[in-house]
């Protein structure tokens, strides 16, 4: 059954209006022929029913106070039916997938009562969150790792509004591929109504064969290590191609996560373009038209999707495959990711997007100390067998000594990448900023290093001394060794903790 339909364009529309708006236009156009003036998109409410099947469970808070989340978080396997009558052991936070929603206003606590129900031990991380140290999540460095039946609790404040995800930091690429994730939105009240109604889409990947049954956690082997592994089921928020419903010129704003433990995502939906808002970290300084989204690993990006399509049609948004090295897009077909049923109601118009967002202010790099982060891929030979190692200039994170900071000083990190594939560097504990003059101004957290490229990045260590990670966020590239540790000194931290690197 194929119920895409294309819709033909009209020349004149296009030519009349920006990009953005003018397939929509063309579908008013066509609706205003029957009855009044079009209603303004901030008159009407979504669809019934809407995202119904893309919700996600969310946390319940179990503190009365209105400023503080308190949540209760058990990771434990639960049975979830991904291929039909094959239930797959899914690695999951409270027993859902993606594991549940957690909501807070900027400037509340969060306080999350951890329980490890696994049969291994794992951590997590809050990946973005500016926290105290303590609570990074990462074993042998920032805590013990949480052993099977063993408890933690996480404690920290939700300071900046953005899109955030939370996973584990042990056994990283298994456990995540297994299902362990979940999504984190710190609310700014102040947004304004024209960026839609929120909706929270949670890419990923799972690895499954007909059975329901993981596949190996090493598949692929050798190359599997360097190309990063991919599952063959390709989830939104925990479901396959699941359909969402929308309105003729009512906006929605997609918060959306990479979280898959090696796929890019190129996001495509014939016939549109989004409005990029921004990603890691909150805004951007201006909105941006685009034809295709791209995330990495790890990244995020909140867009404002405009419907254009004519009422009661489906269309779907693909998955594109993205150049990011050997066998990454040759001869890979696109996929489908998700429905979106255009409901049969009259086209409104929609509020446009402001550009200016928020002043970001560039980081003051005058004094800023310039180092070189090198990517690296080697092959070595160990007990009579080939194995892939990853590195950090040269240096696998096993081996690694920490990068020195402390707290006042500006960096400059120069992350090359010389080898055959992307690298989506990410740093823990801290936003920074790419330097680089085509970019929108914008903190992020995670970005990505293409083959045979330098990249920028500006960070400020204005604040919590500790240790803190930075490494590739494709998981088996981590895992392979792609990872190192950063020293800020400050206060509490005169010097450097005794440190267990894991491999
Ligand atoms: Cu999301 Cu150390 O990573
Ligand atoms: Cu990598």
């Excluded at 909501?103 to 490890?116: C, E, H, L, T």
């Excluded at 969402?244 to 990479?258: E, M, S, T, Y």
Aim: proline share 8%.
């Amino acid at each position: 059954m194929n119920e895409r339909r294309t819709r033909p364009r009209s020349l004149s529309a296009r030519a009349a209006t920006s990009v953005r708006f003018a397939a929509l236009a063309a579908t008013l156009a066509a609706a205003a022929g029957c009855g009044g003036p079009p209603q303004s998109a901030l008159d009407v409410e979504q669809p019934e029913g809407w995202d119904d099947e893309l919700q996600m469970r969310e946390a319940e808070d179990v503190n009365p106070d209105p400023s503080v989340v308190e949540i209760e978080l058990e990771a434990k396997i639960t049975d979830i039916e991904l291929v039909p009558g094959a239930p797959t052991p899914v690695w999951t936070y409270n027993g859902v997938l993606p594991g549940p929603l957690i909501r807070a206003k900027v400037g509340d606590s969060i306080v999350v009562r951890f329980k490890n129900s696994l049969p291994e031990a794992t951590s997590i991380h809050w990946h973005g969150l500016r926290l105290p140290n303590d609570m990074d999540g990462v074993p042998g460095l920032t805590q013990d790792p949480i052993p099977p039946g063993g408890e933690f609790v996480y404690e920290f404040k939700a300071r900046d509004a953005g899109t955030y995800w939370y996973h584990p930091h042990v056994n990283s690429a298994a456990q995540v591929g297994w299902g362990l994730y979940g999504s984190i939105v710190v609310e700014d009240p102040a947004d304004p109504e024209v960026f839609g109604d929120e909706l929270v889409l949670v890419l990923s990947d799972m690895g499954v064969d007909e059975n329901g049954q993981f596949l190996p956690e090493d598949t692929g082997g050798e190359f599997g290590d360097l190309f990063g592994r991919e599952g063959n089921l390709l989830l939104v928020n925990g479901k396959i191609l699941p359909r969402l419903k929308a309105r003729a010129g009512k906006p929605q704003r997609w918060r959306v996560i990479n979280a898959a433990r090696a796929r890019y995502y190129t996001l495509r939906l014939p016939e549109h373009t989004f409005v990029k808002l921004g990603g890691d970290n909150g805004l951007a300084e201006r909105s941006q038209e685009l034809g295709r989204v791209v995330l990495v690993p790890g990244e995020r990006a909140d867009l404002v999707f405009t419907p254009s399509d004519e009422p009661g049609t489906v269309s779907v948004l693909q998955w594109i495959p993205t150049e990011r090295g050997f066998g990454s897009v040759y001869n890979r077909p696109r996929e489908d990711m998700l429905e979106i049923e255009t409901v049969d109601a009259a086209p409104v118009v929609p509020e446009p997007v402001p550009e200016f967002l928020r002043e970001i202010e560039p980081i003051d790099i005058t004094n800023a100390e310039e180092l070189t982060l090198d990517l690296t891929i080697a092959t070595e030979t160990r007990m009579h067998e080939k194995e892939v190692v990853m590195g950090i200039n040269d240096v696998p994170y096993w081996d690694s000594e920490p990068l020195e900071a402390a707290v006042g000083q500006t960096h400059v990190w120069n992350i090359t990448n010389d080898t055959a594939f992307a690298h989506p560097f990410h740093l823990h504990g801290y936003f920074f900023q790419v330097l680089d003059d085509t970019r929108i101004p914008e903190w992020k957290d995670t970005v990505d290093v293409p083959a045979n490229s330098t990249l920028r990045i500006a960070v400020d260590f204005d604040e919590r001394p500790g240790v803190w990670m930075y490494h590739c966020h494709i998981l088996d590239h981590a895992d392979s060794g792609m990872m190192g540790h950063l020293f800020v000194a400050g206060e509490g931290f005169e010097k450097m903790p005794k440190v267990h690197l894991m491999h």
